[in-house]
């Protein structure tokens, strides 16, 4: 869980940028307000504060480190079954 959390913690402020730039809409001027993740991490930053940027963390963190959990018992039964073919 925590490798889900610190990964979370991480790749937020990405991932809702990166959300921001794939639903903006184009002003009057017709000029979309974001042009690049980075700019649009600062621009949120600048303008609505850096918790925006981790709007969300709640439930992407429940489903990270959940994934993340899922992963590594999957990975440990597939590892136990292929020391067991390769004893027998």
Known sequence: MTAGIVYTTIVMPLE??????AFQKPGADGVLPY????????????SEGP???YRGLVPYTLLCGGHTVLT??????LRRNYRAKIAC
């Open 16 to 21: 809702s940028a990166k959300n921001r730039m």
């Open 51 to 53: 918790a925006k940027l």
């Open 35 to 46: 042009r690049s993740l980075f700019q649009t991490m600062a621009k949120v930053v600048s």
């Open 72 to 77: 590594f018992f999957a990975m440990g039964e």
